[in-house]
């Protein structure tokens, strides 16, 4: 069974960090890319980052450039995201989500989340 479990939100002054992760369990965790989303209060989801199933290709959407690191594990099974000089429009429920293959952008499974809360 496919399981991930995201960790390390939490709340955060403008401008400061956090990392979440992600601990994925129950298939072959460096066989599959992996993507961040997120949710807003009261909003759909958006496309945060991906990463390949080898760390060598990432991306992140515009307004996270610079600021965020996605990054993984694959000894660990883990997936992370470093947020820096993080604002309060950054508050959102985090997910980790699995890629349907090595390179897979689409995903098909994803965790519970994890709260980050932007606020002085």
């Known amino acids: 069974e496919v399981q991930l479990v995201e960790s390390g939100g939490g709340l955060v002054q403008p401008g400061g960090s956090l990392r979440v992760s992600c601990a994925a369990s129950?298939?072959?965790?460096?066989?599959?890319?992996m993507t961040w989303v997120r949710q807003a209060p009261g909003k759909g989801l958006e496309w945060v980052s991906y990463?390949?199933?080898?760390?060598?290709?990432?991306y992140y959407a515009e307004s996270m450039k610079g600021r965020f690191t996605i990054s993984r594990d694959n000894a660990k099974n883990t997936l992370y995201l470093q947020m820096n000089r993080l604002q309060s429009e950054d508050t959102a429920v985090y997910f980790c989500?699995?890629?349907?293959?090595?390179?897979?952008?689409?995903?098909?499974?994803w965790g519970q989340g994890t709260q980050v809360t932007v606020s002085s």
């Open positions: 990463i390949n199933w080898n760390g060598g290709t990432t």
């Open positions: 989500a699995k890629g349907r293959g090595p390179y897979g952008y689409e995903y098909d499974y």
């Open positions: 129950g298939f072959t965790f460096d066989d599959y890319a």
